[in-house]
């Protein structure tokens, strides 16, 4: 994403946030987040889209975020802001260990694409201490533009499910590949610095980036892993099955740090050359 004023922050191990007045499973959270937008935005709501995990068949209450888009047909008064953040907050709070990823966008910018993709507003765990320590602030700034809707459109196109509104297809246009591509890639261009301290995720998103540029295919951290275990050489499958095992719910794995590091040099490098 791109603002001037919208830094990440870390979330901490555990979970964050208001004290939740009492947990929700999915669906209900789901349901419930559906309910309070049709509250917030009225006749301005377009439709809410669920991606990620949740869709892709790997979902994990302990590892992973609810990920959902919602679509509006004009931008978003302060004051709207102001009571969806309220909102995405209470119920984050009452979700999954890391909580809601959302964003809002504009019905024009899904069709025709637009890339960089603009966003009204967005939200996650990782900007949560943010949000709290200025609310005002942060409903005024947190818009801009977001290259990371590329990809999280196109798996809305493929295996998305609507929870309210439009068919998919109506209100999503197609993401040219390149645009996809690019977005993937910036997720992992750094992959060789950083796999040290997030292995588990680079190890798992290079194969998927890998999968989508050498054979086209839009999979999940999982999928790619697996996907991974047929197509690299046999030395980097400790890594992958490691990998595997800590995103299905095992311990953290203390992992080899040079084979990861070599692994993510040869990801990129084999990425770089078909993209």
């Not at 499973?25 to 995990?53: A, I, M, P, Q």
Request: glycine share 8%.
């Amino acid at each position: 994403m791109e603002n001037e004023n919208k830094s990440a922050i870390p979330a901490e191990t555990g979970r964050i946030g208001p004290e939740p007045c009492s947990m929700l499973d999915t669906e209900t959270l789901l349901d419930e987040f559906v309910r309070r937008s049709k509250t917030v935005l009225k006749d301005g709501l377009e439709g809410v889209y669920l991606h990620g995990s949740s869709v892709m068949g790997c979902f994990n209450p302990q590892k992973s975020d609810i990920d959902v888009i919602t679509v509006i047909s004009e931008p978003m008064a302060l004051n709207a802001k102001r009571e969806f953040m309220r909102m995405v907050v209470d119920l984050s709070a009452r979700g999954p260990k890391k909580g809601i990823e959302m964003s809002v966008v504009l019905r024009r910018v899904c069709s025709p694409f637009v890339y960089p993709t603009p966003y009204e507003l967005h939200f996650s765990v990782g900007h949560l201490d943010r949000y709290m320590r200025d609310p005002e602030d942060y409903v005024r700034s947190m818009n801009g533009v977001d290259w990371d809707l590329a990809a999280h459109f196109t798996i809305i196109r493929a295996r998305g499910r609507r929870l309210f509104g439009a068919p998919i297809e109506e209100v999503f246009g197609e993401v040219p590949k390149e645009d996809y591509m690019d977005s993937i890639w910036r997720d992992i261009s750094d992959a060789e610095e950083d796999i040290a301290q997030d292995t588990m995720y680079l190890t798992l998103n290079l194969a998927r980036v890998l999968a989508f540029g050498e054979e086209g295919l839009v999979l999940s951290k999982k999928e790619g892993g697996e996907w991974a275990l047929n197509a690299l050489p046999k030395e980097y499958l400790p890594l992958l099955k490691e990998a595997l095992r800590e995103y299905a719910g095992g311990a953290d794995i203390a992992y080899d740090a040079e084979l990861a590091k070599a692994y993510a040099r040869y990801m990129l490098e084999r990425i770089g050359g078909g993209k």
